[in-house]
T-cell receptor, first 113, second 111 residues
Framework: DGGITQSPKYLFRKEGQNVTLSCEQNLNHDAMYWYRQDPGQGLRLIYYSQIVNDFQKGDIAEGYSVSREKKESFPLTVTSAQKNPTAFYLC????????????FGPGTRLTVL | GENVEQHPSTLSVQEGDSAVIKCTYSDSASNYFPWYKQELGKRPQLIIDIRSNVGEKKDQRIAVTLNKTAKHFSLHITETQPEDSAVYFCAARNTGNQFYFGTGTSLTVIP
């Protein structure tokens, strides 16, 4: 787990502003994922990437964007189009898309003021 | 897509008793089922997992069972301890390598 990091831990944003959440891993993992977690709910998939320069939408991609220019980095941008962005955001990675174990980062708590 | 349901949403047990959490899934092609433990404000930690070609797996006080026909799987924790108190999530991975999570069970172990 220590090989996957997220920053910042807490983030505050004003309405109408875009904000980018960082996710970095030094595990040499091919696959990376972004999830959103709301109180009383499970993790919901926003975007995932199975290889560099490729990514797919998850169930709740609207209002979010990602890039995967480097294997170790998978930043998530929360745009102003996301109507309810306040949540806990978790990044995860796995060795390969079909590899079982998924490791999570420590998370970023985003609050819109 | 896949739909994972988890029950109960909250569970309280006396220390030393067993706890059972159940999940059902909808996609019969799902092939991997992990269980995660999440403490407040922390990242989910994998505690046990099972593949679709196995019916049961055990690791010390924790076990998972899978019934592919009925499309449900369960987490069993025996001899519960206060440090087992946390939120537990089940998940199912589909053939597109996407993970779908249950809504979580808040387990409280009463000393």
């Amino acid at each position: 787990d220590g090989g996957i990091t997220q920053s910042p831990k807490y983030l505050f944003r004003k309405e109408g502003q875009n904000v980018t959440l960082s996710c970095e891993q030094n595990l040499n993992h091919d696959a990376m994922y972004w999830y959103r977690q709301d109180p009383g709910q499970g993790l919901r998939l926003i975007y995932y990437s199975q290889i560099v320069n490729d990514f797919q939408k998850g169930d709740i991609a609207e209002g979010y964007s990602v890039s995967r220019e480097k294997k170790e980095s998978f930043p998530l941008t929360v745009t102003s189009a996301q109507k309810n962005p306040t949540a806990f955001y978790l990044c995860a990675s796995s060795l390969a898309p079909s590899t079982d174990t998924q490791y999570f980062g420590p998370g970023t708590r985003l609050t819109v003021l | 897509g896949e739909n994972v349901e988890q029950h109960p949403s909250t569970l309280s047990v006396q220390e030393g008793d067993s706890a059972v959490i159940k999940c059902t899934y909808s996609d019969s092609a799902s092939n991997y089922f992990p269980w995660y433990k999440q403490e407040l404000g922390k990242r989910p930690q994998l505690i046990i997992d099972i593949r679709s070609n196995v019916g049961e797996k055990k690791d010390q006080r924790i076990a998972v069972t899978l019934n592919k026909t009925a499309k449900h799987f369960s987490l069993h924790i025996t001899e519960t301890q206060p440090e087992d108190s946390a939120v537990y999530f089940c998940a199912a991975r589909n053939t597109g390598n996407q993970f779908y999570f249950g809504t979580g069970t808040s387990l409280t172990v009463i000393p």
